[in-house]
């Protein structure tokens, strides 16, 4: 009986003991499948997992307008690692669509995959779900520049590698930054950011390629950012602005402003913005041009214009600013959301004042009321025509098969920055400090592009004239024609 009961014990023992086995190897088996590497002979630089969306080398589709079946077999392929087939497709896609920056990007990845290549690694962070247009503006500048510079053979021999980054909602935006920062391979970045902290605490280059109004993006930590500015002009700065500061192009425009008309009626776009009622990027602007028109010698008249009021009447604010406050001059200063309403005013001042617009007129949306704004003189950072000795314009329109922007202008030269200082030293710390020299400079769409200590660019903005043409190339018959300083 002892012996029976012994044997039951030590079968039990052994099939508890093969159940625990298979478990064991069950797990390492999953465990294994996460950790496997890509293929023997790819480079670091091209591995990627599936755990995080945020930064896509060519896997994911982000701009979803115009998808091709050959751009969706071309991202099959590439996150299969076939990366032969994946640059046949998106080839073939581009084919289909020329004006497609993400294909573009993607095609000079899975050229840097498939041939085994060495290379460097740089961020565009591009607001696809929040911007699509902006985002795809950004993606053009950087796109062109990255097919130029591997087109040459690369930086110092290695070919340039783009990441987008991109999240699908504001909560993961500390994410992203996080995620940005903490990933070496990483070298520099390029986008705007409303925490920027971390790239300087962490040590990453960020290149603005666009400017926005002061504080505009979040009103609550001006007095952070304004310490944090202190601070990096004592210590490394990781910051570097493409562009004039906003400001500098208020101040211009302000300027030529009070020397076309002593009293000025503003036509904001006041709209509530998250949790704070009185907030909204167009106010700030206004307050700010409020301020700088005033500092110029002219007056702001207080006739209220708001273009985000449902019941708002551009006629009776027109007639009412000039029969009851004497207006000399009209300023629009709308969101994009608004640009037709702003429309609207100014086909009631057309004739009777001058009229004037904030850069977010500088769009073709308002050359398609070119007849309503005809007249109008808008601040813009960039110009086709200033710069006429370099070809980036004339590349751009050869290559996306329509003009570009000044967004997509910015998104270029902060590529040409950061491949300029990588041509010197290709480490985090290495850029940095190229950048930083004062005997740094390099030639771009916007000119000759060179920092102060702390990051800034020097210079003043641009003033262009909506005009009527004849076969000009926006196919509206009217066109930003670029003003002579005054």
């Known amino acids: 009986m002892t012996n029976k009961k012994e044997n039951l014990k030590l079968l039990l023992s052994l099939g508890l003991a093969g159940v625990m086995v298979a478990i064991l190897f069950w797990l390492i088996s999953k465990v294994s499948s996460t950790l496997i590497s890509p293929n023997p002979g790819?480079?670091?630089?091209?591995?990627?997992?599936n755990k995080p969306s945020i930064i896509n080398l060519g896997t994911k589709i982000l701009v979803k307008v115009q998808t091709y079946p050959e751009k969706r077999d071309a991202v099959k392929a590439f996150s299969e690692k076939n990366y032969s087939t994946a640059v046949e497709k998106f080839t073939a896609s581009l084919k289909n669509n020329p004006n497609d920056p993400e294909s573009l990007i993607y095609l000079n990845n899975a050229k840097i995959a498939r041939d085994?290549?060495?290379?460097?690694?740089?961020?565009?962070?591009?607001?696809?779900?929040?911007?699509?247009?902006?985002?795809?503006?950004?993606?053009?500048?950087?796109?062109?520049?990255?097919?130029?510079?591997?087109?040459?053979g690369g930086i110092n021999g290695k070919k340039l590698q783009i990441v987008i980054a991109s999240v699908e909602n504001r909560e993961d935006s500390q994410k992203l930054d996080k995620e940005l920062v903490e990933d070496r391979s990483i070298v520099a970045a390029v986008g705007v950011r409303r925490d920027t902290e971390i790239y300087n605490d962490k040590g990453l280059v960020l290149v603005f390629p666009v400017e926005r109004p002061n504080q505009a993006e979040n009103p609550e930590n001006t007095e952070q950012n304004l310490l944090n500015n202190q601070q990096n002009t004592v210590k490394n700065n990781y910051l570097f602005h493409i562009n004039p500061l906003y400001d500098n192009l208020i101040d211009t425009h302000a300027r030529y402003i009070a020397r076309q008309g002593r009293n000025i009626a503003i036509c904001g776009d006041i709209r509530n913005s998250g949790n704070n009622?009185?907030?909204?990027?167009?106010?700030?602007?206004?307050?700010?041009?409020?301020?700088?028109?005033?500092?110029?010698?002219?007056?702001?008249?207080?006739?209220?214009?708001?273009l985000a009021d449902k019941n708002f009447d551009p006629k009776a604010f027109v007639d009412r600013a000039i029969e009851t406050d004497n207006a000399s001059g009209f300023l629009l200063i709308p969101s994009l959301r608004s640009i037709n309403y702003a429309t609207k005013v100014a086909q009631e001042v057309k004739g009777r004042k001058p009229l004037f617009g904030s850069e977010t007129m500088y769009s073709a949306k308002t050359l398609e009321n070119g007849r309503d704004v005809e007249g109008m003189v808008v601040p813009v950072f960039w110009h086709r025509d200033a710069n006429k000795n370099n070809p980036f314009a004339e590349n751009a329109l050869e290559?996306?098969?329509?003009?570009?922007?000044?967004?997509?202008?910015?998104?270029?030269?902060?590529?040409q920055v950061i491949i300029a200082g990588l041509e010197r030293d290709s480490t985090r710390e290495g850029l940095q400090k190229a950048l930083s020299n004062p005997d740094f400079s390099t030639s771009g769409a916007t000119g000759n592009i060179m920092f102060s200590p702390s990051g800034k660019r020097q210079g003043e903005a641009l003033l262009v004239k909506i005009e009527r043409c004849e076969r000009c190339s926006s196919g509206t018959n009217y066109d930003f024609v670029l003003l002579t300083r005054k």
Do not use: H
């Open 42 to 49: 790819q480079p670091s630089s091209i591995e990627f997992s």
């Open 116 to 152: 085994n290549s060495e290379n460097l690694k740089v961020a565009v962070i591009a607001p696809v779900n929040f911007d699509q247009n902006l985002a795809e503006e950004l993606l053009r500048g950087v796109a062109q520049a990255q097919n130029e510079v591997n087109e040459r």
């Open 277 to 306: 009622s009185n907030f909204s990027s167009s106010k700030i602007l206004v307050e700010q041009y409020t301020q700088a028109i005033e500092q110029y010698g002219s007056k702001v008249i207080s006739t209220s214009c708001n």
């Open 399 to 415: 290559l996306w098969k329509a003009r570009v922007n000044q967004r997509t202008a910015g998104a270029y030269d902060a590529m």
